[in-house]
């Protein structure tokens, strides 16, 4: 079962970024607006980390089975020691973050502002609201270990593939890119086979994903290639007072209360 979209209406701000050429005013006070939404981006996730990124589907509702699956990965990250990030939106981010949530874990949402599909979900200890695509994207990499790819749509796959850019570029390091649900994208699967066979990319890229209908093999798989790779253990940044900062404990037991 899937929501019903709303009309669309061009967000007014992704209006203004791709109108072309403006006076060197408005191109100035733009570059001053995008450093300002990274700028509260860090200062929001400065003490989340490490955390985990889930991409998936706004449209897809509880009783679908990818939304439970979610749910499971959600509550098993938190059982690694990882806060779960994801878009902040319903759907597939919105089980992660539940699964996160109700198994005791930190669970943090990059929400972009949109005229529909928009509304961070209520299973979020901190989200922060974001005008720009491509400043949530960064966000959304910046402070994870590894990315978990759900069934979803152009989004997903938008995101499934910068993440394999960077990694296959060098850009980041190489983190695990698990692609959960062989048989939703099997000819996804496929079409990057193509590219091997036809030398668009390495055979080497293949070893980037990780493909399984297993949430513990999915486990397993981070454990070794993100926890054990990078030696994660969690050593908290001391907040500055003066700056406004709370940890995460704290945000955490401000959340709850």
Same mark, same amino acid.
């Given at each position: 079962m899937t929501k019903s979209r709303k009309?669309?209406?061009l967000a007014p701000e992704e209006s203004k970024f791709l109108a072309g050429p403006r006076s060197r005013i408005?191109?100035?006070? !733009?570059? *001053?607006?995008?450093? !300002?939404? *990274?700028?509260?981006? !860090?200062?929001?996730?400065?003490f989340i980390g490490p955390c985990v990124t889930v991409f998936g589907s706004a449209r897809f509702e509880a009783d679908n089975p990818y939304?439970?699956?979610?749910?499971?990965?959600?509550?098993a990250m938190t059982k690694l020691g990882f806060a779960v990030m994801t878009g902040g939106g319903p759907g597939i981010m919105e089980a992660a973050n539940k699964g996160a949530y109700e198994a005791g874990g930190y669970s943090v949402g990059c929400n972009i502002i949109l005229p529909f599909e928009q509304d961070p979900n209520p299973y979020l200890h901190r989200w922060i609201d974001i005008p720009y695509f491509f400043v949530r994207k960064f966000l959304l990499l910046k402070y994870s270990y590894a990315f978990i790819v759900m069934p979803g749509g152009i989004g997903t796959l938008d995101e499934l593939f910068e993440s394999l850019t960077l990694i296959q570029t060098k850009m980041i390091q190489n983190?695990?890119?698990?692609i959960f649900g062989s048989e939703y994208h099997k000819e996804l699967c496929q079409h990057i086979e193509v590219m091997v066979k036809n030398e668009s990319i390495s055979p080497e890229d293949m070893k980037l994903l990780f493909v399984t209908d297993s949430v513990d093999d999915l486990v397993k798989h981070i454990q070794t290639h993100a926890i054990q790779k990078f030696k994660l253990v969690k050593a908290p940044k001391r907040p500055k007072w003066w700056l406004g900062e709370?940890?995460?404990v704290r945000q955490t037991e401000a959340a709850k209360n």
């Open positions: 009309k669309y209406r408005n191109e100035l006070l !733009f570059t *001053f607006r995008v450093q !300002f939404s *990274f700028i509260r981006g !860090f200062r929001k996730m400065h939304y439970k699956k979610a749910e499971e990965i959600g509550a983190f695990p890119v698990v709370q940890d995460r």
